[in-house]
């Protein structure tokens, strides 16, 4: 909470810690671009360790982490599968198509998951003159589903499926530290098989700037090649990734918390709404909801009560938790909801 204002619009608001602040001001730094600077150095690897791959890079934003994963795996002329909400689709600004030269095709996402089914069907369309796939695209947890995580076995069912069809695999794992949470396991887990995975630091883990793209040490060559090529290449970085390297080490077991609250929330909206949330479905740390299964205006009528929070599409709110909404910012966007269900 800022100012008297609950900020709920997403997790990407969250200020850095006074640790980061401290190892930001300290960092050891060097030109990155050289590869000469330790704290990315370090980062990268602390990184690549956790998500099992061979090697991580840093990079400033998660849609270019993205940007470069649907660049190297997808082929121009080529369509990558991804689901109908997926941020590479949704909220890219259609940048795969100008910077990779490669075409989205979204399917039904329902609850957050495509199928194997399919992308066996869409394998299928290749030869009934449908554009030839090259990759697929998953996001975990998957924003517009409530931050559903996906399950171990539904990320290998994918993945599988996408090997046999001799296609790649891209895991946008912004919230990937949420998901490894919520299911008590881990993101080398939720990413074994996929030949890139990215995660933020910068959202729930509440560090100020950059995500990390990691992968093969044959892709992550040619990665740094094309990271150059759109301009994100960084020099005495090693300032901002201390926070990263602070967010892994003190930020992630504490998503728990967010987790609970986000539910809290969900309870507190379906009791006040009824069916507009099923609280049961909200596992992570958002919280989306019909607009037209609660009260009109609700986005502007909570603002005044200094409850902030954002709509995803024209019909749908979101609520996100994070690092600095505690209990009693929480109790207070509970009692604003009771204000304008009155």
């Known amino acids: 909470m800022s100012d008297g204002i609950v900020d709920l619009r997403s997790d990407t608001v969250t200020r850095p810690t006074a640790a980061m602040r401290r190892a930001m001001a300290d960092a050891e730094v060097g030109d990155d671009e050289y590869g000469e600077d330790p704290t990315v150095n370090r980062l990268e690897e602390m990184a690549a360790e956790l998500t099992g791959k061979d090697h991580a890079m840093f990079v400033p934003s998660g849609t270019m982490a993205n940007q470069l994963a649907l660049r190297l795996l997808g082929r121009p002329g080529t369509d990558v599968l991804c689901a109908e909400r997926a941020h590479v689709f949704r909220y890219e600004a259609a940048a795969t198509a100008q910077n990779s030269g490669v075409q989205l095709r979204p399917v039904a996402d329902a609850d957050g998951c495509m199928s194997v089914a399919q992308i066996e069907a869409a394998c ?201 909404v505690d209990d009693a910012a929480l109790d207070r966007t509970i009692v604003a909801l009771d204000a304008v269900a009155a």
């Open 124 to 324: 299928a369309d290749q030869a009934h003159h449908l554009p030839p796939l090259s990759a697929v695209a998953i996001e975990n947890t998957h924003m517009a589903a409530s931050g559903r995580p996906l399950r171990v076995h539904e990320v290998e069912a994918v993945t599988t499926v996408a090997r046999a069809h001799g296609l790649r695999v891209h895991c946008d794992g912004a919230r990937i530290w949420n998901a490894a949470i919520a299911l008590a396991t881990t993101p080398a887990a939720l990413a074994i098989g996929c030949d890139t995975v990215m995660f933020c630091f910068s959202k729930g883990l509440a560090a100020p700037v950059g995500s990390i793209l990691c992968g093969s040490n044959e892709v992550m060559d040619q990665a740094r090649a094309e990271r150059a090529r759109l301009g994100g290449g960084m020099r005495q970085a090693g300032v901002i990734a201390a926070a990263g390297i602070v967010a892994l080490e003190q930020m992630v077991d504490r998503l728990v918390e967010d987790h609970g609250r986000a539910r809290r929330l969900a309870e507190a909206l379906a009791d006040r709404f009824p069916d507009s949330v099923d609280p049961e479905t909200v596992e992570t740390n958002i919280v989306c909801a019909p607009l037209d299964r609660l009260p009109d205006k609700i986005v502007d009528r909570l603002a005044e009560h200094g409850i902030r929070c954002g709509t995803i599409d024209a019909r749908t709110v979101r609520f996100v938790t994070h690092h600095d």
